[in-house]
């Protein structure tokens, strides 16, 4: 267990759908970050969030948002899904800077239909 | 735009054959190269990191290396259950697009066979 918690861990979904997907960082951490993984594109940076607040962006489409709350859990939100959004989403946590490394949770699985 | 290129994409070994994995980057301002070994379906597991050039990390049968431009990933005498896709990730100075995010490669996948 990294101590970085995500659910679910599966989900599978319709075309045009909405989900969100959750994530824990690990104690002490406060900022969180969020990755999307699929066969052709390795980890790609969505966004992060330092302590509630939007730290950086990569390449995050416009139909996903995030947000972190005040206990530091985070939440993806993805809309109006399209097949291409199928992909492994990953949660990492660090504390500020990076210091120390960044610890990944095990991931969500989405499957678009 | 900060790159990072890993090489072979797939590498097949032996067991106790040892060999190493290529990572190159450009990035400006090295804030740390970072190793992952990420099993099927699983999160990254963090290996090492490395800040500086000259600067060498061991843990097991992996030892990482630095140099200005790259980073390798030597494997000596390889066991099957090291394999794995493994994933190099540098840190910039950060910006107002990436924050300290990590930018990864696309990864080695590593198979060990007996």
């Known amino acids: 267990d990294s101590g970085v918690t995500q659910t679910p861990k599966h989900l599978i979904t319709a075309t045009g759908q909405r989900v969100t997907l959750r994530c824990s960082p690990r104690?002490?951490?406060?900022?969180v970050y969020w990755y999307q993984q699929s066969l052709d594109q390795g980890l790609q940076f969505l966004i992060q969030?330092?302590?509630?607040?939007?730290?950086a962006k990569g390449n995050i489409l416009e139909r996903f948002s995030a947000q972190q709350f005040p206990d530091l859990h985070s939440e993806l939100n993805l809309s109006s899904l399209e097949l291409g959004d199928s992909a492994l989403y990953f949660c990492?946590?660090?504390?500020?800077?990076?210091?120390?490394?960044?610890?990944f949770g095990s991931g969500t699985r989405l499957t678009v239909v | 735009e900060d790159q990072v290129t890993q090489s072979p994409e797939a590498l097949r070994l032996q067991e106790g054959e040892s060999s190493s994995l290529n990572c190159s980057y450009t990035?400006?301002?090295?804030?740390?190269l970072f190793w992952y070994r990420q099993d099927p379906g699983k999160g990254p597991e963090f290996l090492f990191t490395?800040?500086?050039a000259g600067e060498e990390k061991e843990k097991e049968r992996l030892k990482a290396t630095l140099t200005k431009k790259e980073s390798f990933l030597h494997i000596t005498a390889p066991k099957p259950e090291d394999s794995a896709t493994y994933l190099c990730?540098?840190?910039?100075?950060?910006?107002?697009?990436?924050?300290?995010?990590?930018?990864f490669g696309k990864g080695t996948s590593l198979l060990v066979t007996p």
């Open positions: 990492a946590s660090s504390v500020e800077g990076g210091v120390g490394g960044y610890t």
């Open positions: 990730a540098v840190r910039a100075a950060s910006n107002s697009n990436s924050g300290y995010a990590l930018n």
């Open positions: 969030y330092y302590n509630g607040e939007e730290r």
């Open positions: 104690s002490g951490d406060l900022s």
């Open positions: 990035v400006s301002g090295l804030r740390g």
């Open positions: 490395l800040y500086s």
